[in-house]
């Protein structure tokens, strides 16, 4: 289909809150997440949410099998995703070294509740859940937070744990 422009941090679409999907299996949806698949592929990304490419409403995409900017995380099925709910499960949390297609080529150390079971619908209407933890649950946070105008930069442990990748990188070695 087609790579759509990513929408960068200080664009003002990303902190708006998205609007339900009330149609399902429609070429537009279908399109639109075809697009999306495109436009994550080609950013190396492991998920993007609608408003990412200027697209006010509840739907995100998320999957992982290798990846060079998170070479060293577990799979992550490959997931569309409309209208998402979730609930935590447990008390605990799991930190990572989070980047975003938004924030390119920085990261930031985030925490987040480390065991949770997400629900929604894919393009078709059909149901979707899973629980979810570790990398898996960061994934599907951090794109849940796209759908009401969060970024991780709000979440930030210590702003001094957030920089451009070549930098930390630079720092972890020496």
């Not at 290798?66 to 209208?83: F, H, K, Q, S, W």
């Not at 001094?160 to 630079?170: H, M, S």
Request: proline share 7%; charged share 25%.
């Amino acid at each position: 289909m087609a790579v759509r422009p990513i929408l960068r941090i200080g664009d003002p679409r990303l902190r708006e809150v998205s609007r339900p999907v009330t149609e399902f299996d429609t070429p537009e949806l279908h399109e639109l997440i075809a697009d999306m698949f495109d436009t994550m592929a080609a950013a190396d990304g492991a998920g993007l949410a609608a408003p990412q490419v200027g697209v006010l409403q509840r739907l995100m995409i998320f999957g992982v099998d290798e990846n060079p900017r998170y070479p060293d995380v577990e799979a992550v099925p490959t997931t569309v995703l409309i209208n998402p709910e979730f609930t935590v499960l447990d008390d605990g949390v799991a930190g990572f070294w989070e980047g975003c297609l938004s924030v390119p080529g920085m990261r930031g150390y985030v925490e987040r509740p480390g065991k949770i079971r997400y629900k929604g619908f894919d393009q078709f209407g059909k149901p979707v859940e899973r629980e979810a933890a570790g990398f898996h649950a960061t994934v599907f946070q951090h794109e849940y937070d796209h759908l009401d105008g969060i970024l991780y930069t709000d979440k930030l442990v210590d702003p001094r744990q957030f920089g451009f990748v070549e930098e930390l990188a630079a720092r972890e070695a020496s």
